[in-house]
């Protein structure tokens, strides 16, 4: 769309420029709600009255006397460009200087020969290394804009950008410096950052309106049903912010739960992965000794215990004679 050359001092380097995006979607025209005839804009003149045909169309401007200046296609082409046909580096400059609210159109730059091939991989490599992007100015379509150039893999790419005055002052639009938040409240937002961020590929994005329009138009053209969908409606009031927070860490990293069903637990995988019976555990030789110390105390205890008793049987009986002999004799 478009052939020139780069320039930075004395050097030059022949390129052509190539589209580097494109809008994709459905097109749709003007037509009659009532029979879907097309509809078409006619470019009349308010003076005469007369359909005008595009080569006759000028350019005007009108001043606050409301005078008119007419300005042709040819005057507009006769203009001097000082970047006519010319990629004119201003500077180089670090990349973090340039604020992506400023870029506009993007552009891929390839060499124009292979005799252009030297310069241009000088360029790109010096650029890499050095991390930095050229500040330029080039021409496209009779205007000139400020552009910015810098290595994209292993290709040079253009993107054009507004002037410092076209970016509007953003004035009071930030909330006041009085608001704070809590660092539970940054932990949990930086958390939930942090989930929404899993396993997210960017090239698995779509354009769901557009899916959503051309399913209409199938059914408009093969007559069945209109499909309805729904949009929930965006949350327009946030309560409890820390609440909000957890709710949304909580559906984030909410996973799909493995059925229980035919699930055996841990300690019965283990038996029949190895095939074995579990033998009872066997007592360490403290145990042991402790067991039979103790059953050999208890029959001591026991056949002292015996001895006792049968002491006190023998001294009873005695007892009882000795009394019986006492009484016969005082009987007598």
Not at 82 to 96: G, M, R, T
Not at 156 to 185: C, F, I, K, N
């Amino acid at each position: 769309m478009w052939k020139g050359a780069i320039g930075f001092g004395l050097v030059s380097v022949p390129v052509r420029l190539y589209a580097a995006t494109q809008e994709h979607g459905v097109r749709l025209h003007q037509v009659h709600d009532k029979d879907g005839g097309r509809i078409h804009l006619k470019r009349v003149c308010d003076v005469c009255g007369e359909q005008i045909d595009y080569e006759h169309i000028a350019k005007g401007f009108e001043d606050d006397e409301g005078h008119t200046a007419v300005v042709t296609q040819d005057e507009l082409a006769g203009l001097p460009l000082p970047s006519k046909k010319l990629i004119d580096v201003l500077a180089f400059v670090d990349s973090d200087r340039i604020d992506p609210l400023q870029l506009a159109s993007s552009y891929y730059l390839a060499p124009e020969s292979a005799a252009a091939n030297k310069p241009y991989v000088l360029l790109r490599e010096t650029l890499k290394q050095t991390d930095r992007v050229a500040v330029t100015k080039i021409a496209l379509r009779t205007r000139e804009s400020l552009a910015l150039l810098r290595v994209h893999d292993d290709l040079l790419t253009l993107h054009t950008m507004y002037w410092p005055d076209e970016v509007r002052d953003s004035g009071d639009l930030a909330p006041p410096a009085s608001v704070t938040v809590r660092p539970q409240e940054l932990k949990m937002a930086t958390s939930l950052m942090d989930t929404l961020s899993e396993d997210f590929d960017l090239a698995e994005q779509e354009d769901e309106y557009e899916v959503a329009l051309r399913e209409l138009i199938d059914a408009h053209l093969s007559d069945r049903p209109v499909p309805r969908k729904e949009t929930a409606p965006a949350p327009d009031n946030v309560i409890d912010l820390m609440a909000a927070l957890q709710a949304s860490i909580d559906s984030a990293g909410k996973k799909p739960s493995e059925p229980t069903a035919g699930r055996k637990a841990p300690a019965a995988k283990a038996a029949r992965g190895t095939g074995k019976k579990t033998a009872a555990p066997k007592k360490s030789a403290a145990a042991r000794k402790t067991s039979s110390s103790s059953s050999s105390s208890t029959a001591k205890n026991s056949s002292s215990t015996a001895k006792k008793t049968t002491a006190r049987s023998t001294t009873a009986k005695s007892t009882k004679k000795t009394a019986a002999k006492k009484t016969g004799r005082r009987a007598s």
